[in-house]
T-cell receptor, first 118, second 112 residues
Framework: GAVVSQHPSWVICKSGTSVKIECRSL??????MFWYRQFPKQSLMLMAT?????????EQGVEKDKFLINHASLTLSTLTVTSAHPEDSSFYIC??????????????FGAGTRLSVL | LAKTTQPISMDSYEGQEVNITCSHN???????ITWYQQFPSQGPRFIIQ???TKVTNEVASLFIPADRKSSTLSLPRVSLSDTAVYYC?????????????FGTGTRLLVSP
């Protein structure tokens, strides 16, 4: 099956610091990756779409200068939470879009990153 | 974007078959239906995807009626480890399956 690796799985940082989260598709190439955010007992909320070699597309209400996304290769996208504050504490999940024969696509998800900002 | 509606929660017992129905009345011609399973503090896991009629894999079956306005995920003989949240989503092939909007999902509790 398709494997998406996300690191780190858990990070604690001080307020004001920046945190980088990596998302890798291990056994397929992904032109498109996605970043989600999930609060406890809630559903996933799409933050942005990451396209290899181009700028990410952010959802309404998501600060692009706050959440920097880089998709420099077909297997790696990174999300950097800049100047993190306690309200940024959340569960961040990435996914990679795997295109199959016939033009059908399936998103495969990473295990998620728990960010705690003190 | 087609919106999906699912029951908020369901209860079952080990060994029973569980059917979770999802309503997507505004599904577009190019939309596919995909189901995911999510355990606490983990990313969603792909279960099954379909466009029409019936799709079956080693884990589940997906039934889609002709009008495609609903779909039913069938889990045969559930076990305790199937306790999770199940999400039904519709994705637009025309936009490269972007913008999968997650609804509330169905919280399935399997008891002994």
């Amino acid at each position: 099956g398709a494997v998406v690796s996300q690191h780190p799985s858990w990070v604690i940082c001080k307020s004001g610091t920046s945190v980088k989260i990596e998302c890798r598709s291990l056994d397929f190439q992904a032109t498109t990756m996605f970043w989600y955010r999930q609060f406890p007992k809630q559903s996933l909320m799409l933050m942005a779409t990451s396209n290899e070699g181009s700028k990410a597309t952010y959802e309404q209400g998501v600060e692009k200068d706050k959440f920097l996304i880089n998709h420099a290769s077909l297997t790696l996208s990174t999300l950097t939470v800049t100047s993190a504050h306690p309200e940024d504490s959340s569960f961040y999940i990435c996914s990679a879009l795997r295109m199959l024969a016939g033009g059908i696509g399936i998103q495969y998800f990473g295990a998620g990153t728990r960010l705690s900002v003190l | 974007l087609a919106k999906t509606t699912q029951p908020i929660s369901m209860d079952s017992y080990e060994g029973q078959e569980v059917n979770i129905t999802c309503s997507h009345n505004n599904i577009a011609t190019n939309d596919y239906i995909t189901w995911y399973q999510q355990f606490p503090s983990q990313g969603p896991r792909f279960i099954i995807q379909g466009y029409k009629t019936k799709v079956t894999n080693e884990v589940a079956s997906l039934f889609i009626p002709a009008d495609r306005k609903s779909s039913t995920l069938s889990l045969p003989r559930v076990s305790l480890s199937d306790t999770a949240v199940y999400y039904c989503l519709v994705g637009d092939e025309g936009t490269g399956f972007q913008k999968l909007v997650f609804g509330t999902g169905t919280r399935l509790l399997v008891s002994p």
